[in-house]
Nanobody, 128 residues
Framework: QVQLVESGGGSVQAGGSLRLSCAASRLAFSRFCMGWFRQAPGKEREGVAAIYLGDTRTFYNDSMKSRFTISQDNAKNTVYLQMNSLKPEDTAIYYC?????????????????????WGQGTQVTVSS
């Protein structure tokens, strides 16, 4: 069973930075598309970014791509989300997700239904 464990969330003031980590186990790492999603209270889960671990191709939500960066560390089986210039509207639970289809779909990477595996989420709170 694939396991995804997020860490790195917390509370930060507006303008600050956080780096989220998603440690993955029991998966063929290079064949996975890994995504970051977030869900704020009362809102739908939205795609933030994704990366195909086989070739490091990345995908971003246009509204966040100037501030957020997704990356991977193959040696640690870990995917990161670097978040800079955080805003109060970034406050949400952030989830890591994965699917092992051998690619990231450009049309589906930001759809929760595309992914088979999910982490438990990590809370990010940005105060003004």
């Amino acid at each position: 069973q694939v396991q995804l464990v997020e860490s790195g969330g917390g509370s930060v003031q507006a303008g600050g930075s956080l780096r989220l980590s998603c440690a993955a186990s029991r998966l063929a790492f290079s064949r996975f598309c890994m995504g970051w999603f977030r869900q704020a209270p009362g809102k739908e889960r939205e795609g933030v970014a994704a990366i195909y671990l086989g070739d490091t191709r990345t995908f971003y939500n246009d509204s966040m791509k100037s501030r957020f960066t997704i990356s991977q560390d193959n040696a640690k089986n870990t995917v990161y989300l670097q978040m800079n210039s955080l805003k109060p509207e970034d406050t949400a639970i952030y989830y890591c997700a994965g699917v092992g289809f051998g690619y990231c779909s450009p049309s589906s990477w930001d759809r929760p239904s595309w992914y088979l595996y999910w982490g438990q989420g990590t809370q990010v709170t940005v105060s003004s």
